[in-house]
């Protein structure tokens, strides 16, 4: 048997129906075809053919299931008519990104695609083909990028590399008020709002404003991505760099060898103790104004796109990072996107020829791995 079906036909039906009818019932819908690969594993397929408006599912794992069961492995046939037969077996997920440009309209968990030529085709093969090797370096060093984080020690060459490297662009917010100089490094929306989860760092700062520097980077095949945050203490260098190891809780128990910070929103900041006492106090009031209501997506949502509004090249459409007043406060935060999001993400004290505390900074990844010359031999 053939491994794709892809010679069935729609009844014909009479002229006049046919011109009543609109573009959705007039494309062929295609169907899951369900085998089992040598190897004994599940595989589903779709087929796509040369001058034919199809329509395709965009999340077909977790649109059908074999037996209760979920398929992984999915794939798209190309069928070509100019050559009568299969000309590409593509991954799914991978092709209906590629296929963006050439969907005609959308209906629910479906896209309705307009025929694609062979030559189209051909360059469907191509486009998803280097997608894949992009997404195989990413990948790559994304992995690599683990091992760099869980490094218990940095030293000034790394912080270098990550702030000020060739790849590097650098966005600094001037002045940010620091009132008591008590800090803490936090996701802003889980553990900085967590009475019972919140550490504050034992290093103190004069109490003033200070710069916080943003590295951000361009990765090649990916999206825009934040390495970094740095908040300067002094204009002095740092010559030597050690983990905030000692961080105490707001009932004063000391933990030792945190050595950093969870993130579960994919956010971080650095924020002063009375600015993150100011900002659990709004999001107490918030959540009582509005029961029931994301406050990220209501409240937050809208801040991150105008910061992207007013920096487009810097960040993603969403947004990456913002300035935070904090309502009824005289109080405000940075907050920013971490790199590739969720994690564990070391914050390191950086000192001067003097000894004395000049930086705090938290990297979220090593630029020099998301190179343009990775290969996926890397």
């Known amino acids: 048997m053939a491994l794709f079906d892809f010679l ?47 329509i395709l599912p965009m999340d077909p794992q977790h649109m059908f299931r074999v037996k209760g069961n979920v398929i992984t492995d999915i794939r798209l046939a190309l069928c070509s008519l100019q050559e009568n037969g299969i000309i590409a077996v593509l991954p799914y997920y991978g092709s209906i990104q590629a296929l963006s440009d050439y969907v005609q309209d959308s209906r629910g968990q479906y896209v309705l695609l307009r025929g694609l030529s062979h030559d189209e085709l051909q360059k469907l093969v191509q486009d998803v083909s280097e997608a894949g090797k992009r997404q195989t370096v990413l990948q790559n060093a ?41 800090l803490l490094c936090a996701d802003p929306f889980c553990t900085l709002v967590d009475d019972d989860e919140l550490t504050l760092l034992e290093e103190t700062i004069p109490a003033g404003s200070y710069p916080i520097h943003l590295a951000i980077v361009h990765p090649p095949g990916d999206s825009v991505r934040i390495a970094g945050m740095k908040l300067s203490v ?23 060898g945190l050595m950093g910070f969870a993130v579960e929103a994919g956010l971080a900041c650095f924020a002063d103790e009375k600015a993150a006492e100011a900002a659990r106090q709004f999001f107490r009031k918030w959540r009582e ?8 997506n209501e409240y937050f949502a809208p801040l991150f796109r105008e910061s992207h509004d007013a920096y487009p090249d810097l960040q993603r459409e969403e947004g990456d990072f913002i300035r935070w007043q904090i309502p009824e406060s005289e109080e405000e935060i940075v907050i920013s996107a971490t790199g590739h999001g969720d994690g564990y993400y070391s914050t390191y004290c950086g000192y001067d020829s003097q000894d004395k505390l000049c930086e705090i900074v938290v990297m979220f990844m090593d630029p020099q791995l998301f190179g343009e010359n990775e290969d996926e031999e890397s």
């Open 289 to 296: 104004e509005h029961p029931g209501v994301n406050f990220y």
């Open 234 to 256: 002094s204009d002095a260098a740092a010559v030597s760099y050690e983990p905030a190891e000692t961080w105490y809780m707001r009932n004063g128990m000391r933990k030792e």
């Open 8 to 54: 069935r036909k729609r009844k014909e039906e009479p002229v006049q129906e046919e011109q009543e009818k609109g573009p959705w019932e007039l494309a062929y819908q295609a169907q899951p075809a369900v085998y089992q690969s040598p190897e004994g594993n599940m595989m589903m397929s779709f087929t796509l053919t040369e001058d034919t408006e199809t």
């Open 142 to 182: 994304l992995a690599r990028n683990l091992e760099f984080l869980a490094r218990d020690e940095t030293d000034p060459d790394t912080v270098q590399q990550v702030f000020a490297g060739d790849k590097v662009q650098t966005f600094t917010f001037e002045d940010v008020r620091f009132p008591t100089g008590t």
